[in-house]
């Protein structure tokens, strides 16, 4: 069993900044892609940005030159900077990996619990 768990929301004003994390833990073999997803109220869940294990990222176009994402392979973490921040931004944000099970063959995406980041005055 494999277990993700984020950490860093909160509240910030407009222009301010987060930085949220995300730690897999349980029967890890490896981990592939590792992501970011939010989901505002009323709307459905949508792609943040995206790191592979070598760290090529992909993001968002609403978030491109204010969000950057890393990881540490050795700790098994994914983070997300999220800078310049937006009202629209406020959002439920997932972390997400793709994730092979130690002792198996198959990968599968995992998903964390959730935390809330509000921008707001």
């Known amino acids: 069993q494999v277990q993700l768990v984020e950490s860093g929301g909160g509240l910030v004003q407009p222009g301010g900044s987060l930085r949220l994390s995300c730690a897999a833990s349980?029967?890890?073999?490896?981990?592939?892609?590792m992501g970011w997803y939010r989901q505002a109220p009323g709307k459905e869940r949508e792609l943040v940005a995206t790191?592979?294990?070598?760290?090529?990222?992909n993001y968002a176009d609403s978030v491109k030159g204010r969000f950057t994402i890393s990881r540490d392979n050795a700790n098994n973490a994914v983070y997300l900077q999220m800078n310049s921040l937006k009202p629209e931004d406020t959002a439920v944000y997932y972390c997400?990996?793709?994730?092979?099970?130690?002792?198996?063959?198959?990968?599968?995406?995992?998903w964390g619990q959730g935390t809330q980041s509000t921008v707001s005055t």
């Open positions: 997400n990996a793709i994730v092979r099970a130690y002792s198996s063959a198959d990968y599968f995406p995992a």
């Open positions: 349980g029967s890890i073999g490896s981990i592939g892609v």
């Open positions: 790191i592979t294990y070598v760290g090529s990222t």
